[in-house]
């Protein structure tokens, strides 16, 4: 054999040697991944216990953000955020509440800067994460995390959520990570920064928005927002029936009392310290009505809605009728995209009344209702009591539709 011959023969032997010691590497590297992969995959109760180091793994994301606080889950995560092709679509149900991904769970619509992917829960069901694309495709398609055009501001049970839902299924409309970011109230020590990180990947077609029912209420607020965000914001108040409003805000309180995570009834304001039963939060001992419960005060619609005035006109302030969102979610939807100049995306087909759910769903682009915590069943009230209220609202709304020259359908009643 010459010389060149035997130099090719053992460098091909060579090759073949290292071929086989790669393709071992890789084998094992696989069967490693797979073992550690799926201990990153954490049931709740190892994230409790084990905390931090898991998580710091994994990618956190709340499972609704549509429309409330139901839990999150752990999705795990390649090392390099622009490596998004190989994210592992494994997912565990948690009951952390912290947040600090990019990944926007249930949202079920295409959004530019995003990219679907379904999933399979561990109960079985079908969910879309929204995955933001890797950071140059961002740049090059002028995704960028940008303040919000619009904000939804209140009121607190009055269909907040429903209009977070169906917006966000506007293809122009993209809602942040947060269900609700409250940095102009509970967060306000953060930056602006730490906000608009909160914000969604947005281009410039797009809107990009929060909604935080806590605002309506917030004394500071409306400057806040006037001075950080822009004189020119556009703000979104849902209003419904003062005295169903009372009676679904004691329902949710109860019920988030009721649970043992410290966590949830921190957020709860010790103003919120419940008396047993609704009539006794509500009317006092001597039978006059107790104006210092927040499930009074923040149904006078008209007191708060004048400290939202001092800072923006009415032209950029459009109020929902929430028993209008609730009758027939379409006609809300239309002046919503007409308000916020969005392209005509809506149609009657998009909505269907789910007769067990007793309320309106998104029929397209899936169907889909908001989960349990919206539409509770809510508890039979002392008609004497009720007529109480209505008669304490009647004034306040009447003012309320003086002010914005429109009758809303639960002062009919
Ligand atoms: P209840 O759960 O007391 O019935 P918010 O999202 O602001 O907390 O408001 C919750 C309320 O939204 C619910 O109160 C429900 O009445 C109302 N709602 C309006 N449209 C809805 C919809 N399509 N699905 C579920 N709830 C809806």
Redo the contacts with the bound molecule.
Sequence with gaps: MSISSRVVHSFVKSCRTSSAVLFSAFILCCVCAYIFGSQLVTPSKRVHDENAAILKDSVRVNSYPS??IHGEEVVTKSPSRDDQQVYSWNVSTLTVQDNDSDIIVGANTNKTCYLAREYTTQNGENRTLLVPRSLSELEKMGCKKRLPGVLTV?????????????MNSHPQVMFGVDVEAHYFDRNYDKNIEWYIQKMPYTTQDQISTEKT?FYFVSADVPRRIFEDISPDVKIIM?M?DPV?RA???F??VSEVLKSSDMKRIAIVSPMYRLKATFEDNVIKPDGTINVHTPLIDVGLYIKHIRRWLEYFSLRQILVID?EE??KE?YMELKKIENFLNLSPHFTKDHFYFDTE?????LRLPMRE??PE??????PKINETVLLKLRKFFKPYDQELEFLLNRTFLWSKV
């Design positions: 429309y409330g209140g009121v607190k049970k009055c269909g907040t959520g429903a209009l977070r839902f169906f029912p849902v419904c169903n009676i679904s805000d329902v949710q929430g969102l609730k979610p759910k007793g309320f309106f769903c209702c908001l915590g919206k539409g509770r069943h809510h």
